[in-house]
């Protein structure tokens, strides 16, 4: 059971906590953020906020869907400075192989919302949260926005050290009317996309109800990826109250392929690693009599099939008071539950799972006990319960503009691992859900009250100079239990139970100061000084979380000593936009930024037995391995040529380096000055936007550099340059003379160059070793969208 009345009696301490500040509250896509100052700007790929002392960029939705139809919200952000993001498939949909880094920041250490309400850490492994392409489809989003130095005091997150990614949807039409878009491609892809606007109805009311469906054969093994979304939203503005409500139903199977293995030294590492399914006689003929894998393939042999499966409800309301033109309230409450599990269908005797195993069904024939396959299923299978709220007053009083609020989450959230048979003569699928296991290996439920509070003043000093300060105070209080203990030997690193009990955390003192002055009509200067902190993970047996450590002795000594993650995020740079009368040349808009990390008590997983903990399940070693210093620039810019042509080019350097050595065991481990692995030293991305008349088309380039594989920096992956080609024809009827008024035929092709190489690095947690998955391969679409 969960500590109910512990948890009530924490979030009455926090609340008399308020006056420390306020929350985090996200304004939807009418918001003030990263507005466009002029008709230029908004033609613009990417548009430059000026109102905030940080850096922000924002992308449209419109832009997003050239890039292709039905793309993850992030995966939209790979045109913007500073952000690497590649999945195995062109959307980026799969979300067991994303690999997310900005400024040398990974996506767990990043925060994350939608119209303000908060989706987590991204965390592979549910726990807190869930994916931005799960949370709203991507044709209903209005504009993301990125913060890639320290994100607003507002943002209702407790992993933001790195920066905010700020999700928008967009609000129904005005006039009655529909959209249905069907896309068609390589690997026979079928997405289907429709909505339906109700236009204006009543006393300043609006809605829209959409639906999507998206199927496509995985490009390097026989399984399909995709699922089913729904979107409702309405909208009453009217007079001084506006009342927003949002549903979102996500139900979603991803198959996954396995990440292939690389160790110093080899040549021969297979490119893909994909699962044997559906061929079943294939996969029974793969394995020996004694149902071994063949030596030859080593860590990189091949399981029957993986999947991910993730079927989440989220919706909210939220409510906004104009009590005046100098005073609003907006309060928003919001509910998410999801029920999802990763399922393997692996061989019984890779990994070291016979030893797992016999813990349970000691000297007994193994194969016979799961079925007579030679292959088991595992499992873990995650449920979230949570809620919350946010609230927030603006008032302006004279130069000063003051917000304060608070946000406020409940989650329970659980994870159990469980392990099913495959039967020889019936055989699971990925598609299905296993029922009836034969082991319950752990069973864990996490009990989560956040508290954060800001308050926020922007004065304005003189007409071209605003100055803010703010503060922001995080509270964290956690209380963790394990139902179903694992035996003895089942769990690698564990010495006996897992841990139990509660930590609690406060992060009282998040300050932030910032200048913006308006040098010139065109030219804005900014700076920004903000520190941050990451709460720990609430995560049972698994990911750096307290709840996963081997003994309820480690546990106890790391409430005592462990400390949250913290950094101080420093930001200056130079905003500019002009229009032009140089010939072709009419207009530019760009920034150029500078900025400096100090990243303190990082903290390290450390698997007892790497190479199989991912499979048998693994207690974490968890250790403050010391701090970050990172130094980076980031140059953006749009050329624009007349109004039927523009060039954008982003350059972004990024030197994170770690500042000490760390003990793993009794070894030493060199990395001191190495650079952080994962995230490349240098990138750059750039777009060539062409239209006329009714033609538009789109060229992107995407070069990302080498990037280290490993914390010692002993192994690396080459650098590679991917093209994207996007062209469209609209065809416009008169709405009187026909039902359909607006026909638009959109191609894309994805990876142009059929560039091969690395995608995703999975960081090896020592020198020699480390994981990748591979680049999809040049894939061609064909999208209609009919407007009625």
Known sequence: MFRRKLMLRRVLLAASALSLGGIAHADDANSRKAKPTTKESSDSIVVLAHRTSRSAVTISGAEMQKL????NPLKALETLPGVVYQTADPWGNNEQNITLYIHGFNQQQLGYTLDGVPLGDQNYGNYNGLSPQRAVISENVGQVTLSSGAGDLATAST??????????????KHRFG?????????FSTFRTYARIDSGDFGNGNTAYVSFARQDARAWDFAGHQGGYQVNAKFVHDAGNDRLVGYFDWSDKVEPNEDSTVHVAGEKSAPYVRPFLYPDFNAALNYLSATGATPAAAGSNYRNYYSDAQRTDYLGYLKWTHRFSDHLHWSNQIYYHHDDGAGVVAGPITAAGLPALFNVYFPGQNLKQIFGGSGYATRTTEYLINRGGYLTALDWTAGRNTIEIGAWVEHNESSQFRRWYPLFANDPSTPYERPTGPLITQYGSQIATTEFQTHIDDRIQVTKTIVAT???KSSMQFADGQVPVQPKLGSLVGSTGLLPVGSIDTTEAFLPEFGLTWNVTHGEQLFANIQRNARQFMT???????????????????????????????????????????????????????????DFSNRLLSISATPVISSIVGGAAIIANVGSVTTDGVDLAGTLHFGPHLSVYDAISYNNSRYDNDYTSGTALVPTAGKKVPGSPEWMNK???????????????????????????????????????LQAGYRIELPRAQTFLHDIYLQGNITNLNNQRGVSTVVVGAASGTYNTFPIAPRMYFLTVTAHF
């Open 68 to 71: 292709l139809p039905g793309i």
């Open 159 to 172: 992993s933001n050290l790195g920066g905010t990614i700020d999700t928008f949807t967009s609000d129904p």
């Open 178 to 186: 529909g959209t249905i878009g069907q896309s068609f491609g390589s």
């Open 469 to 471: 300060a703010g503060l």
């Open 539 to 597: 995560y049972g047996a698994g990911g750096l979380s307290p709840w996963s450590l081997g003994s309820q002795a480690a546990f106890d000594l790391f409430k005592q000593t462990g400390k949250p993650e913290t950094s101080w995020t420093y930001e200056a740079g130079l905003r500019s936009q002009h229009r032009l009368d140089l010939g072709w040349l009419t207009g530019f808009e760009g920034q150029a930024e500078y900025y400096h990390v």
């Open 686 to 724: 750039s777009v060539i936007s062409a239209n006329w008349g009714d033609f538009d088309a789109q060229l992107t380039g995407d070069y990302v550099g080498k990037r280290y594989a490993t914390y010692t920096n002993d192994l690396s992956v080459k650098s590679f340059f991917l093209l994207g």
